[in-house]
């Protein structure tokens, strides 16, 4: 069965840091991009950013509104990504979802899994 | 990056047909046939309904349908049913990046 279990969020002050983790099974995650979309509560979705596979270097990607802030990172061995973020603010409060970009087996860009998310609250 | 821009809602009767637009730019919708749209239901996560601006996933029905001219994307719901009452993303590659548009909520009425 494929699945994302996204874990890692909670509570944090703002100009603090937290690192979520996305555990994939049932599909060849090496193989594929990662990314991390967000939604805060009664918003639109909003692309965060993306990890391309190991033949095309773990290259990274940022929206502009993480630049600098989060990063994203791979353990192909343990089918996991990771979203760091640092310098945390109100307006990351939000559920985070990890996608890989795939439809079916084949790499796409587009989103066809996805996980159930985990919430970020970032608040005094 | 800027959000792709989609109407704030649409609504039509069950059976007809409603047409969701998605205007980006030449370097997001305009540039590239990477345009996949979304379904999402209140509480639960997207689900892929179109992908490579026309094609569907297995399993999604032939009454969703895609297509883009120029810098403007569009999914077509046709014979709506009740079902179809949804928020809508589109998507779309962006040299690199991805950019989601708004969210366009369909009511069936």
């Known amino acids: 069965e494929v699945q994302l279990v996204e874990s890692g969020g909670g509570l944090v002050q703002p100009g603090g840091s937290l690192k979520l983790s996305c555990a994939a099974s049932?599909?060849?995650?090496?193989?594929?991009?990662m990314h991390w979309v967000r939604q805060a509560s009664g918003q639109g979705l909003e692309w965060i950013g993306r990890i391309r596979s190991k033949p095309n270097n773990y290259a990274t990607v940022y929206a502009a509104s993480v630049k600098g802030r989060f990063s994203i990172s791979r353990d192909d061995s343990k089918n996991t990504a990771y979203l760091q973020m640092n310098s945390l603010t109100t307006e990351d409060t939000a559920l985070y979802y990890c996608t890989p970009a795939l439809v079916g087996t084949t790499p796409a860009w587009a989103f066809d899994i996805w996980g159930h998310g985990t919430m970020v609250t970032v608040s005094s | 990056q800027s959000a792709l821009t989609q109407p704030r809602s649409v609504s039509g009767s069950p059976g007809q047909s409603v047409t969701i637009s998605c205007t980006g730019t030449?370097?997001?919708?305009?540039?590239?046939?990477?345009v996949s749209w979304y379904q999402q239901y209140p509480g639960k996560a997207p689900k892929l309904m179109i992908y490579d601006v026309s094609k569907r996933p297995s399993g999604v029905p032939d009454r969703l349908s895609g297509s883009k001219s120029g810098n403007t994307a569009s999914l077509t719901i046709s014979g709506l049913q009740a079902e179809d009452e949804a928020d809508y993303y589109c998507?779309?590659?962006?040299?690199?990046?991805?950019?989601f548009g708004g969210g366009t909520k369909v009511t069936v009425l």
């Open positions: 049932g599909f060849t995650f090496s193989g594929f991009a």
């Open positions: 998507c779309s590659y962006a040299g690199g990046s991805t950019v």
């Open positions: 030449s370097s997001d919708v305009g540039g590239y046939n990477y």
